[in-house]
């Protein structure tokens, strides 16, 4: 089993910068990988970001050159550098961690942009 707790959300002006954070404890040695996903009122969730076990990086096409995905193995985080937010990045913000046999998700963290 993987826990995750998320933080860092909050509102912030168009043009300003967020940095999400999603703590894992638990069975940490079985991920992966890791991502982040948003979802819009009225809208899907949608893949923001990935991160696998190799390094590999993965964006969606609206945030690529502006967000970015990182991690520390030594704090069992995942964070999310958002630059150059818009108003179209608001919604909630839920990390995912895979293992070999499950998916984890956090509880979310709410992201608003104000134009």
């Known amino acids: 089993q993987v826990q995750l707790v998320e933080s860092g959300g909050g509102l912030v002006q168009a043009g300003g910068s967020l940095r999400l954070s999603c703590a894992a404890s638990?069975?940490?040695?079985?991920?992966?990988?890791m991502g982040w996903y948003r979802q819009a009122p009225g809208k899907q969730r949608e893949l923001v970001a990935a991160?696998?076990?190799?390094?590999?990086?993965n964006y969606a096409d609206s945030v690529k050159g502006r967000f970015t995905i990182s991690r520390d193995d030594v704090k069992n985080t995942v964070y999310l550098q958002m630059n150059s937010l818009e108003p179209e990045d608001t919604g909630v913000y839920y990390c995912r961690v895979i293992d070999s046999t499950d998916i984890y998700w956090g509880q979310g963290t709410q992201v608003t942009v104000s134009s």
């Open positions: 638990g069975s940490v040695w079985s991920i992966n990988g």
């Open positions: 991160l696998t076990s190799g390094g590999s990086t």
